[in-house]
């Protein structure tokens, strides 16, 4: 799309007799969004055109000059898609580039066009529009984020893993049921996401500059043609509310901190220390000096793009704060923020979802680590509890004795003799064994929502019944 700083019309000459001159290059330069704001064309000309459909069936502008306006609008919207379109800084914006290109198109008809609106209701409009379209868009790519992982869960329900608190070999799990963590976590952030589809749908378009207008409009037609539940109720809060974009930044926030949570795993896990998974070369780069690397480029970029979309809610959360209402121009910073924001969150999940289905489960790795760091000590405890009637807390104490005599002795919990641990305890019988194992410490977790594989498949099913 070209761009021209030539001397077209300016927005003041637009406006007429009240502005003796045209802005200076340093007004024109803060002044203008048409930079990033022209994103949104399709939106402002879908809404002129449900505007106009609307005034005429008012009778407020006649049916021959809103058929010129369609006809108009379409030549524009199909001028800025081949990219016949020259946008004018000095027309400021998209909503100012549009109609003065409707002008020049269609003569003096243009003009009815703004009848009973305002540009603060107009790019309420088109904003609402384009991240309604971008929060249906996340709810997609999220889905397929879940599939993914639904996939990968299913394959290792069985395959055991240790399971970490501080980072700490804790208990052993399923990779299956690791993988469905992030399940839920993904899950919610859909769940945000319908959910601000839900909040705002509503349309601003008739809150005209912010007390409504005289005319007789239609407010639950233009809602209706452009697909919105039902109209605003407020026009001082139409034109002054961006919650629709703060609420998008705030759930691509929380999106984007599991998303790098997730990120900081891949990246753990492929180290050759833990060597757990094995990423694909599409998924990885190599050094230019160090021949044996296989760097997790991608993983650590989804991690740092967190910092930009969590740095864009902060930024728009603080445009927003302490303004008065109605509209004030602070807003227009509004586009940029959710933008860039956008494109990180989409380029995030899209990348995760690749590396999540490329990647190599290092199936053997995972079970040695699974059983070293006395992993199942917790299990021994219980044996106790269960077998022996141990109180729990004597169990631990007797546990604890028994790990610290296999750190001694450089071994694992399972490979001290039964003589051992009965010098620590008389009560414990060799049936004690069966319980050492790290597949019989995760089937035995069948609490609902465990790590056991019979209840990782239940919730494995679960999800695909609602994915
Ligand atoms: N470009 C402006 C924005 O993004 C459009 C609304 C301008 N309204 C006004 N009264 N100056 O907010």
Redesign the pocket.
Known sequence: MAEDHKDTKSSNQMWGGRFASGPSAIMEEINA?IGF?KKLYAQDIRGSKAHATMLAHQGIISAEDKDKMLHGLDTILSEIESGQFVFSRKL????MNVEARLADLIGSAAGRLHTAR???D??ALD?RLWVKEELQKTEQALSRLIAAFLDRAEEHADTVMPGFTHLQTAQPVTFGHHCMAYVEMFGRDRQRVRHAIEHLDESPIGAA?LAGTGYPIDRHMTAQALGFREPTRNSIDTVSDRDFALEFLSIASIAAVHLSRLAEEIVIWSTPQFGFIRLSDAFSTGSSIMPQKKNPDAAELVRAKTGRINGSLIALLTVMKGLPLA?S?D??E??EQVFDAAESLELAIAAMTGMVTDMTIRTDKMKAAAGSGYSTATDLADWLVREAGLPFRDAHHVTGNAVAMAEKKGCDLAELSLEELQSINAAITADVFNVLTVEASVASRKSFGGTAPSEVRKQIAWWRARN
Do not use: G, L, P
């Open positions: 969004s704001d400021e914006d998209i909503h305002s540009r603060n107009q790019v904003f500059a509209y121009k807003m227009q509004d586009k």
